[in-house]
């Protein structure tokens, strides 16, 4: 079973709003990965988070990380037609075989 | 950076016929590389760990006959699905493990469909 849990589920927005998802996890980790996934096609590494940092940014990306709710949240800002893709998070523990657990992911679609 | 090849990126069989998708890091020597499954609208699933050089460990529920793993090099996994039938169709991706600043990398997978 999944390790990670994302929500919301599902998030529709308007061109230019902000998209909050959340991933929550249930091991210790040493980081914490976001990845996008457009329908039928592979995935894109977005950012990486370790379990030492609180928080990252990268363009319009704001990733924050709180390893004592063992959550991790991934912001887009601004948000363009072009970011509707699945969004998913991927707990990396090292001490676990290196198995990196992936959340169900957050569908995401952006109506321009 | 850290760069996983995975090829073929789609591809049709006919239902009893065997499939292989190789997987190569290709600036990194990966001590481990993981394969996915992904069905339609779901989340990636773990299918197995292939260690270099040893036998792959399956996760559960997954069959280690029909599904067989090599990991022959530190640069390259193969999966092979065998007598593929068509409930086998779905996205497979790779990923190899390398310490350090860029964790797992995966593939650009591939998409499988089974006639």
């Known amino acids: 079973s999944q390790q990670g849990e994302e929500d919301p589920q599902a998030l529709s927005i308007q061109e230019g709003e902000n998209a909050t998802m959340n991933c929550s996890y249930k091991?210790?980790?040493?980081?914490l990965q976001w990845y996008r996934q457009n329908s039928g096609r592979g995935l894109v590494h977005l950012i990486l988070i370790r379990s030492n940092e609180r928080e990252k940014h990268s363009g319009r990306l704001r990733v924050t990380l709180d390893t004592s709710k063992k959550s991790s949240s991934l912001l887009i800002t601004a948000s363009r037609a072009a970011d509707t893709a699945s969004y998913f998070c991927?707990?990396?523990?090292?001490?676990?075989?290196?198995?990196?657990?992936f959340g169900d992911g957050t569908t995401l679609t952006v109506k321009p | 950076g850290a760069v996983v090849s995975q090829h073929p990126s789609w591809v049709i069989c006919k239902s009893g016929t065997s499939v292989k998708i190789e997987c190569r890091s290709l600036?990194?020597?990966?001590?481990?590389m993981f394969w996915y499954r992904q069905f339609p609208k779901q989340s990636l699933m773990l299918m197995a760990t292939s260690n270099e050089g040893s036998k792959a460990t399956y996760e559960q529920g997954v069959e280690k006959d029909k599904f067989l793993i090599n990991h022959a090099s530190l640069t390259l996994s193969t999966l092979t699905v065998t007598s593929a039938h068509p409930e086998d169709s779905s996205f497979y991706i790779c990923s190899a493990f390398a310490r350090g600043a860029y964790g797992y990398t995966f593939g650009s997978g591939t998409r499988l469909t089974v006639v």
């Open positions: 600036d990194f020597q990966a001590t481990t």
């Open positions: 091991t210790s980790i040493n980081n």
């Open positions: 991927a707990s990396a523990d090292y001490t676990n075989a290196g198995k990196s657990t």
